[in-house]
């Protein structure tokens, strides 16, 4: 069907609807079965720009979403994907024209009303680019057999690894391991040395003067003691001012942790750098895909782990179905990588350098075939907008 420069698409050809279309558009569905109503506006558009989608939209008892499909001169579809608030839709190299889809479903007498809706050209496409490097805990030492290093080892072991990095690579930020100032095997001094970050502790201002220096971000772990006693397991993230910008405290511990009297942590935290949003977990949290799931719902672009635990399929994973980049710093050098959510997952490892490193484009969607759509789409957008929160209520329920 076609009203005006509207094509409408029903998928039940019994159902009783009206609709009318021009600039905009009404549809009353008269029936109370299961209905769905595609409705299709087609515009050119130019390749490798930024767009968004304004409109004004009035739902009575339905459901409803805008989409996006770019295609080129040939009329083959190039990419498809779902505009989301506050978000610009990038548009592939080849376009030449886009269908605004408005995509309705019902199961009730309902209506829909449409006026105003207007695709905006936001400008040619940018690169927002940062190199973010992830280190292992021996990049400027070799380990031994078991990992064994003092805490006044591991300080300068640390410090000396971040200024070798950064006159080598000059990155935007520096990813380091899991509790970084302490050794995960050394006998009985783990949780000996406990950091503050009041300003009082020498070894924290120490990689607060480099991150300062250098002007990268650092993101670390550290065994923090807080002024009550407290102990706890705080991933923090210094500026390039050299100041502690947020501080995110591990909330999925381990039993050793909990047994040793750590403070798990209540809140996902994300924090804003001058190149993306970020998130943070710390080993065991990035175990759980609900913690990834929340950090990407508040649009973290980049997901920070400092641990003592990983697996390149998890983390390739939690890459993937989240639509961000994960920067892991791993106590060895095997198990430190980047990875991104694009058909290139793997972005660099640092099993020879004892570092991994990458320059990454954070404005580019890095868009993936047969997800959900038969071309290419955005993995962000489709888990955010797929996501079905009506069942996944039993992951509420707790053990007793």
């Known amino acids: 069907m076609e009203y005006s420069n509207w094509k409408v698409k029903m998928p039940y050809k019994d159902r009783t609807i009206s609709i009318e279309g021009d600039n905009s558009l009404s549809v009353r569905i008269d029936d109370d079965r299961y209905t769905v109503v595609v409705c299709r506006k087609r515009m050119e558009a ?7 989608l304004s409109a004004d939209a009035r739902a009575e008892g339905l459901s409803y979403r805008f989409l996006y499909i770019f295609y080129d001169e040939a009329g083959k579809e190039l990419a498809k994907g779902y505009f989301m608030e506050s978000r610009r839709v990038v548009s592939p190299v080849g376009t030449k024209e886009i269908d605004i889809e408005v995509l309705l479903t019902s199961e009730r007498h309902s ?4 006026k105003n809706m207007c695709l905006n050209d936001e400008g040619a496409y940018q690169k927002r680019m940062a190199k973010v490097v992830a280190l292992s805990s021996f990049v400027c030492s070799e380990p031994s ?3 064994h290093r003092t805490y006044r080892e591991a300080v300068e072991d640390t410090l000396a690894s971040v200024r070798l990095v950064c006159e080598k690579e000059h990155p935007d930020m520096i990813v380091l391991t ?3 100032f302490q050794t995960r ?13 009041d300003g009082s502790d020498p070894d924290v201002n120490a990689l607060c003067g480099l991150a300062k220096e250098y002007n990268s971000y650092i993101v670390c772990s550290m065994h923090e003691m807080s002024s009550e006693g407290i102990r706890a397991n705080a991933g923090i993230l210094i500026d390039r001012k050299g100041k502690i910008a947020g501080i995110y405290r591990k909330c999925q511990l381990t039993i050793g942790e909990i047994e040793a009297g750590l403070r798990p942590g209540d809140e996902l935290f994300v924090f804003d750098t001058d190149f993306a949003r970020i998130g943070i977990q710390i080993c065991w949290d990035h175990y759980f895909p609900e913690s990834t799931r929340a950090l990407a719902m508040q649009g973290a672009e980049l997901i920070c782990v400092p641990t003592h635990g990983s697996h390149i399929e998890r983390v390739i994973t939690r890459a993937r179905e989240n639509g961000a980049y994960l920067a892991v710093a791993y106590t060895s050098r095997e198990d ?5 959510p694009g058909s290139e997952p793997l972005l660099d490892t640092g099993k020879e350098k004892g570092y991994a490193v990458a320059e990454i484009d954070f404005n580019d969607p890095q868009r993936r075939h047969w ?6 789409g955005a993995p962000y957008e489709y888990y955010m907008c797929e996501r079905r929160e009506d069942l996944y209520g039993i992951i509420n329920h707790r053990m007793i």
């Open 185 to 197: 095997n050394y006998p009985g001094t783990y949780y000996e040395h406990p950091n503050r970050f």
């Open 178 to 180: 899991e509790n970084v």
């Open 336 to 340: 430190t990588y980047i990875t991104a």
């Open 145 to 147: 057999a078991n990992f």
């Open 371 to 376: 997800l959900s759509c038969n071309s290419y």
């Open 46 to 52: 130019l390749p490798e720009r930024f767009y968004t």
């Open 111 to 114: 209506s829909f009303f449409l």
